[in-house]
């Protein structure tokens, strides 16, 4: 028994990646329309404003007959805050079936890895379990949230731990509400 455990571990640790999983971008299902235009007044700001800049200023030598009506040079209002509509993005494949299970496995995996650890520690320290277990008997459904809420684990690193408690003689109730009470 002992080496399938250890088997588990190691191929759990083996697919344990969460920093790709977590972090990689990938492209979006919407996006802001690239072809859209803002419009010039949006919610009754300009789109554009006159410089504020002291040098943005008619030149002495201008001459409207020769060079034409003087317009200051306009910059983009900071308080414009119109946005692209969304719209699908025409490149988006949805991920396949494997794919999203082998991303969400990634996920798990560190927290797996990590419940079967403590339950391995637990067990090797030898801890009183079965005290704790026949508290968990007597306490019912409740104590066993309870003790999933000091559990700092999600519930993928709680199951190993619901798992032993379970094997130790644990109601399935009291142990899995122990793996149901932990924050997320």
Known sequence: MRSLDTITVLLLAAGADAGDSCCKKRLQRLIPDAAAVPPD???GQPRLVVDP???NVRPES???????PW?????PNPAFAWRPPIVPNP???PPTLATELEEEARKAAPWVVLGVGLSALLEAAQLPVEALAGLLRCAGPLGGAL???ATPLCSCGSLPVAAAFVRDGVPLGTGTMGRDGERW
Do not use: K, R
């Open 41 to 43: 007044v949006h919610e």
């Open 53 to 55: 800049d002291p040098a």
């Open 62 to 68: 201008w001459d409207d007959e020769d060079d034409g």
């Open 71 to 75: 317009e200051p040079e306009m910059v």
């Open 91 to 93: 490149e988006y494949t």
């Open 147 to 149: 003790l999933g809420l």
